[in-house]
């Protein structure tokens, strides 16, 4: 497969991928967010928009790291496995950001 195929493939898989990790990730209390200013059912729609802003961003990031990557061989995978953890990194930091900017703060603080 070509690399800009295989980086395609890869860039369209993102978000399963990034879901799969932080569903394995840790044994440490996840966040659970709160804001007593807001409706309850409003969390739901702020939750869903956060998730999917930092899907968005942490895929973008990703895909930028992996289309300048110019490694080969074994270390090309050490590398791309290194942006996939980056990326998640960076996209549970754009979640939480986002709620935090929309009032939201982790109730186990």
Known sequence: ???NASIRHLVKCIPMILAAG???GGCAEPPRFVNPDVPQDQWPLD???CRQKADELA???LDDELSSDQITGATSSLSKQMAVEDAKDMRQRYYQG???ARGYRDANQ
């Open 22 to 24: 932080l569903a394995l």
């Open 47 to 49: 939750r869903s928009a």
């Open 1 to 3: 497969m070509p690399r």
């Open 59 to 61: 895929a973008r990031q």
């Open 98 to 100: 986002c709620l935090s």
